[in-house]
């Protein structure tokens, strides 16, 4: 792993943007995108740059179960609102978080994925190591997958909505073999309460109690992290 530390977010947001600019320079054409707090600054940096992504392919790491596309919580406005309204994609995939029936809509997320094989990959990390939504005992070998959020991620994500039993209960994520089959991958984290999780993925044991440690194995990722997210390294 490369390891990149920053002063702050907005920093990150600089060295995430310039991943992003170097993989279009060298040809990418499929970017797997995230959401949550994390990549807001790179997204920034992205709107603010003249990138020009008309020619390419997005595909998220994961959507909330029962949340409609256009409901402000879920995460495709979340990326219309932070990058496709000014950056649009060729096209733009993401779980349908209303799919009638969920054991389809996995099998025809992978199925994008197949198609789609990603170029590069953007995470953020979960407090207790989770990416996307990958919980930690995760298999590593899932694919997309409905996942029960934990506790500890349904809290997290309660400042985002109206009160905790507002935050839904599930979730469809790419799965671990997924991500790891990306070619190359940033994970970025910023704050205090990431830096367990951070120490963990780096220079804990590889094993799906942190599911980030799997990140170990892959052959090109760039991690950048503020200093805060750093100070337990
Ligand atoms: C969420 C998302 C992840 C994200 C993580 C951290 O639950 N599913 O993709 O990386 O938690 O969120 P944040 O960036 O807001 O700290």
Redesign the pocket.
């Known amino acids: 792993m490369k390891v990149i530390v920053v002063k702050d977010q907005a920093a990150g947001g600089k060295e995430g943007f310039k991943v992003f600019k170097n993989a279009l320079d060298n040809g990418a054409k499929v970017f797997g995108l995230?959401?949550?707090?994390?990549?807001v600054t790179t997204y920034q940096e992205i709107v603010k740059s003249d990138l020009d992504f008309s020619n390419c392919t997005s595909v998220n790491?994961?959507e909330y179960v029962g949340i409609a596309p256009d409901n402000d919580q879920s995460y495709k406005y979340f990326m219309q609102s932070h990058l496709f309204n000014e950056k649009p994609f060729k096209e733009s995939f993401l779980p349908n978080g209303l799919a009638a029936d969920p054991a389809e809509e996995v099998k025809r997320y992978d199925k994008v994925i197949d198609e789609h094989p990603i170029d590069l990959q953007i995470?953020?990390?979960?407090r207790n190591g989770?990416?996307?939504?990958n919980e930690p005992g995760t298999s590593r070998d899932v694919t997309t997958h409905v996942v029960d959020l934990t506790p500890s991620?349904i809290e997290?994500?309660a400042r985002f909505f109206a009160s905790e039993n507002d935050v839904p209960k599930q979730?469809f994520?790419m799965g671990l073999a997924s991500i790891m089959k990306s070619k190359h991958l940033i994970l970025e984290a910023f704050g205090e309460n990431?830096a367990d999780a951070v120490k963990g993925m780096i220079e804990g044991p590889d094993t799906p109690d942190l599911p980030a440690s799997i990140l170990q194995n892959h052959p090109d990722v760039t991690v950048i992290i503020d200093e805060a997210a750093a100070s337990k390294l």
């Open positions: 995230a959401t949550g707090s994390t990549p790491l994961d995470l953020g990390i979960g989770h990416i996307g939504f991620t997290a994500n979730a994520s990431k």
